[in-house]
C-alpha cells in the first residue's frame, strides 16, 4: 500500500494521560475521548473497489490516543475491507493514510504490526500444523532460527507472554487441536506480542465465552494509554457500551456518523448502521409451543464422543427450535459433530424417524436429510476460492438438480438466486468468489445451501457468530418460519440470549453431559447458567426428554 504523500499532519499534544481505570470496571469508560489527544491514525478519502462492489467510498476515520474506537456498520459496510487495507492486505485505489502524522506504507500485516499497527483479523489466521508458540512468532526475522532449532526457548518466550496476559494456553499445543475458542486467544496474544502504538481488532470476541471477554477487555485497557488506542469491530452492542469510548458508524462504504459512546442509545446507533429502524428483540419473541404429541424426528440416547462427550440424550420433535447452552468445553459442538459422524462415537444410539443410523461421515448425514452449518465455516463450511453459486449449490446438484445424468444447470441456478434474494446475500452476482463475500454474507450462504438441499433436521453451530444485527434478526425470523413449516432445529449458540430468544426447550450442557432440559417458559439466564456451572451431575434427566 502506497497511498500519495501530503504535508505533515498536526495534532494538539495531550496535557494529561487518561484518567486509570481497574480492569473489574466494566461500565461506560470514564476515558473523556472528547479530550484533545495525539492523532494514531488518520484517514481520509480511502476508496476500495472489487470486481462489481465499491467497498469503500471517500472513507474518513481518526484514531487518538488514550481511546477505544467502536467501528460499527452491516456486514458489506466495509469495516474489514478498510481494516485490511490500513495493514496492507488490500491496496487501496486513492486516500491518504497517516500513522503518528506521517504517510503510511505498508507492504502487508506483519510489515503494519512491526511499524506499530497490529491487527486480530475475524476470521482465524494461524497455521493448523504448527504449535502455538510458532504460530505467535512465525514471520519474525530475528527469531526464525528458534521455530525449528530451539522450540523449547520459544515455547518458553510464549509461555512467559500468556503468564503476563493471564491466559490459560500451552504453547506446545497444535493449533489445530485447540477448540476456536482457545485458537481465538492465540490470535489475541500474536497481536498484543507486537510492540503496538495501535491494536485493530476484527470481531475479537466472535468465540469467546463471558469470562474470556472480560479477560480480553482487561486487557484492551491495560494497554490503552495516552500513547496507544485500539479500532474494535463488534456486533455486539451491550459489548461495545462497556469498553468503547467513542462510536464511528459507516454504511455502505461512506462515512455516516461519530459520537462518544456515553450517552449513546443502541436503538439510535442500529438505526445508524442499517439505515431504518430495527427490533433488536429480546427473549421470547420467537414461536414458544411445540406439543408434545409432535413426532420425535431425532432421538440421541447415552451418546459419547470422548474426550468432550461423555454421556448426551435428548429428543428433537417436528417443528422444534432445540437450543444447547453451555459453557465453553462444555461438548455442545462436539456432540453436533459427534452425531452426524464427523467425530468418532464410542458409545450411544441414534434413532432417526424412528430407525436407528449411525452416520460415519456428513456426507451420509446431508443424504439422508440432516444439514449441518459448522462453527468454523471458513475451515469446514465453504470452498473459498469457489463462487457463491458453487458453494450453494455443493450438497443438491446431485439429487435435485439432477435428470437423465444430466445436471440442469439453469435450475439450480435459478434456486440459488431465489434463496440469496431470500436471505439478501449481498453480492453482485452468484459467479462472485465467496472469499470475497463479508463473514455475514458467507456465513447466510452455507444457510442458503441447506435450504436448497431441503433437509429435514437443521443443526446450526453458532449461526449468526460475526453477523451484525439486522442480518441477525433476519436469520432469527429465518429460523422461526422454518421450524413453523415443520423442520427441525438445532441451535448451538455461545449467546444464550439468542438461544434464549429462538428455542423451545433447552439443553444445558455440563462437562459433556446433558445437566438439564429447559422449557421456554422457565428458561432464563440464572436457570441456565445454574445447569451449565453444577458440580453434582448424578441427577438424571431423562424425565425432560
Known amino acids: 500500500m502506497t497511498p500519495p504523500p501530503q504535508g505533515p499532519a498536526t495534532a494538539a499534544p495531550a496535557p494529561d494521560g487518561p484518567p486509570s481505570r481497574s480492569p473489574d470496571q466494566d461500565s461506560t469508560p470514564p476515558r473523556d475521548p472528547g479530550r484533545e489527544r495525539d492523532l494514531l491514525l488518520e484517514v481520509h478519502g480511502a476508496v476500495k473497489t472489487f470486481p462489481g462492489v465499491r467497498a469503500l467510498s471517500e472513507m474518513d476515520l481518526e484514531l487518538h490516543g488514550g481511546e477505544v474506537l467502536a467501528l460499527v456498520g452491516e456486514n458489506g459496510a466495509g469495516k474489514s475491507t478498510l481494516m485490511k487495507v490500513l495493514t496492507g492486505v488490500h491496496h487501496p485505489d486513492a486516500g491518504e493514510f497517516r500513522y503518528l502524522g506521517r504517510p503510511l506504507r505498508v507492504s502487508g500485516p506483519m510489515d503494519a504490526a512491526q511499524q506499530g499497527l497490529a491487527i486480530i483479523h475475524q476470521e482465524l489466521n494461524l497455521i493448523p500444523s504448527l504449535t502455538v508458540a510458532q504460530n505467535i512468532y512465525l514471520g519474525r526475522e530475528d527469531l526464525a532460527a528458534r521455530l525449528l532449532t530451539r522450540p523449547r526457548q520459544l515455547e518458553a518466550r510464549a509461555q512467559s507472554l500468556f503468564d503476563e496476559l493471564g491466559m490459560d494456553l500451552d504453547p506446545s499445543a497444535r493449533a489445530e487441536d485447540l477448540p476456536v475458542a482457545q485458537q481465538q486467544m492465540v490470535e489475541i496474544a500474536k497481536a498484543l506480542s507486537f510492540d503496538a502504538r495501535v491494536l485493530i481488532m476484527d470481531e475479537p470476541t466472535a468465540a469467546l465465552n463471558e469470562s474470556e471477554v472480560e479477560t480480553l477487555h482487561a486487557l484492551i485497557r491495560d494497554f490503552v494509554t495516552e500513547r496507544t488506542g485500539v479500532v474494535y469491530i463488534s456486533h455486539r452492542m451491550e459489548e461495545l457500551r462497556r469498553i468503547a469510548d467513542r462510536v464511528q458508524v459507516i454504511r455502505d462504504g461512506e462515512f455516516v456518523d461519530d459520537f462518544p459512546m456515553a450517552g449513546a442509545s443502541m436503538d439510535d446507533v442500529v438505526t445508524k448502521m442499517v439505515g431504518r429502524p430495527v427490533e433488536t428483540g429480546g427473549s421470547g419473541s420467537g414461536p414458544r409451543d411445540v406439543r408434545e404429541d409432535r413426532e420425535v424426528i431425532l432421538s440421541v440416547e447415552h451418546l459419547r464422543s470422548r474426550p468432550l462427550v461423555e454421556d448426551v440424550s435428548f429428543d428433537l420433535r417436528e417443528g422444534e427450535i432445540l437450543g444447547f447452552a453451555g459453557l465453553m468445553g462444555a461438548g455442545r459442538s462436539e456432540t453436533a459433530r459427534a452425531l452426524i459422524g464427523s467425530l468418532p462415537r464410542q458409545g450411544g444410539s441414534v434413532r432417526y424417524r424412528g430407525r436407528p443410523v449411525s452416520w460415519?461421515?456428513?456426507?451420509?448425514a446431508a443424504r439422508a436429510g440432516?444439514?449441518?452449518?459448522?462453527?468454523?465455516?471458513?475451515?469446514?463450511g465453504l470452498m473459498l476460492e469457489a463462487s457463491v453459486l458453487r458453494n450453494m449449490e455443493l450438497s443438491s446438484l446431485g439429487e435435485r438438480f439432477q435428470r437423465g445424468g444430466f445436471v440442469r444447470d439453469g435450475a439450480a441456478r435459478a434456486a440459488a438466486e431465489e434463496k440469496a434474494g431470500a436471505l439478501h446475500v449481498r453480492t453482485p452476482h452468484l459467479d462472485q468468489p465467496i472469499k470475497n463475500l463479508s463473514g455475514g454474507n458467507q456465513q447466510k450462504a452455507v444457510i442458503g445451501r441447506w435450504l436448497l438441499k431441503d433437509c429435514d433436521v437443521l443443526i446450526f453451530d453458532e449461526p449468526t457468530r460475526g453477523i451484525d444485527v439486522?442480518?441477525?434478526?433476519?436469520?432469527?425470523?429465518l429460523l422461526e418460519d422454518l421450524a413453523a413449516q415443520g423442520r427441525s432445529i438445532i441451535v448451538i449458540s455461545s449467546e444464550l440470549p439468542e438461544v434464549l430468544r429462538l428455542a423451545h426447550r433447552v439443553v444445558v450442557m455440563n462437562?459433556?453431559?446433558v445437566s438439564g432440559v429447559l422449557e421456554a417458559a422457565e428458561a432464563d439466564p440464572e436457570s441456565v447458567m445454574r445447569l451449565a456451572?453444577?458440580?453434582?451431575?448424578?441427577?438424571?434427566?431423562?424425565g425432560h426428554r
Open 533 to 542: 456451572t453444577a458440580e453434582d451431575l448424578t441427577t438424571t434427566t431423562e
Open 511 to 513: 462437562q459433556g453431559r
Open 470 to 477: 439486522g442480518a441477525k434478526e433476519e436469520i432469527h425470523t
Open 370 to 380: 440432516i444439514g449441518y452449518l459448522p462453527e468454523d465455516r471458513k475451515r469446514l
Open 360 to 364: 460415519r461421515s456428513p456426507a451420509q
